[in-house]
């Protein structure tokens, strides 16, 4: 479903490269939850950047769902990535002026589906936020913020959700209530998950972990 091939990433700052990845292979299977550890600097954000397109290899390719990301010009890749990704972050995200509901919608506009705001309705009531769609993110808390995040990443029923460290800045209370509800609704929808988390009891609740070191990936 997810295909990485001979990933080639460094990055250059002034006369210093920062080599990531020399020669990255991952597969994921479609409807698979898979948690990537590993240190601070090791590469994880750079990876999920990677396999969203938002940057580029200096080698090797990536293919979701068959499609080769070599094979898209800029502006099809960024189509590609709307309709077919969903991202949730430590920090969130969420846009600052626009409610709980209106952020809920928004990829659901931009992939132009059918009445958005019933969608994100439904969604933000799944996440236990009826009662907030009128909120600012500023008037929510941490755990709120998230469920609207999670609702936003999965309005489009996207094949992969991509999460940075979702749960980093909560509480472990409210990190796991967060995490109970994103893996529920992605087990309703069969979405792929790619999880990068310093928590093992995070991780533990994915198929799969893999610890990202010096730009090589191994199953724990
Ligand atoms: P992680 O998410 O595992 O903490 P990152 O992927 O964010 O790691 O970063 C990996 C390494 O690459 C770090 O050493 C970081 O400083 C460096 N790095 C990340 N992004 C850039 C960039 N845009 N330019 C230069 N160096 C970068
Ligand atoms: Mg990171």
Redesign the pocket.
Known sequence: MLELKSLKKS???GSQT?E?FENLNFHVGEGQRVAIM????????????LISGI?KPDDGDISLNSVSYKDLQESELNDFRAMNIGFIFQNFHLVSYLNALENVMLPAKVCNISKPREKAIKLLESVGLGHRMEHLPSQLSGGEKQRVAIARALIHNPKIILA??PSGNLDDETGNAVMDILFELIKKNNTTLIL?THSKDVANRCEKTYE?LQGSLTQC
Do not use: M, W
């Open positions: 990055y250059h700052q920062i990531i590993g240190k601070s600097g090791s590469g994880k954000s750079t990876l999920l950047s940057i940075d460290e990068v990202l």
